[in-house]
């Protein structure tokens, strides 16, 4: 896993094989969320068959709220066999700050 800043993280989701993957609730991404991403609400019951289902080939750009549930599914999505995982460093909060775009 590579934390990443708001800027390196804006660089590596335009990868065309990096998966935008958002695992906030499906309420927070509703609010506003990245282009692009992926909801898996870290606190949802399918969870972890969820990231199971996910193909371990690619590569994962992982965003939350504040970072912490994006480092938490770093490090199962790890134990689960994945490799190639990028950690947004201050979630959607630094995102914003950083005046990079959001849907909403």
């Known amino acids: 896993m590579k934390d990443l800043d708001a800027t ?3 660089e590596i989701i335009t ?3 990096v998966i935008l993957l958002d695992v906030r609730t499906s309420a927070e ?3 506003s969320h990245i282009p692009g991403s992926l909801n898996i609400d870290f606190y949802g019951e399918y969870f972890l068959p969820d990231l199971s289902a996910l193909d371990r080939s690619k590569s994962y750009a992982i965003y939350c709220r504040s970072g912490k549930r994006s480092n938490d599914s770093c490090q199962i999505m790890t134990e689960l066999g994945f490799d190639d995982l990028y950690n947004l460093r201050g979630g959607i909060i630094e995102w914003v700050e950083s005046n990079q775009q959001v849907t909403q």
Do not use: I, K, S
Request: net charge negative; proline share 11%; charged share 35%.
């Open 8 to 10: 390196a993280f804006a």
């Open 15 to 17: 990868e065309p094989d």
């Open 29 to 31: 991404y509703l609010e």
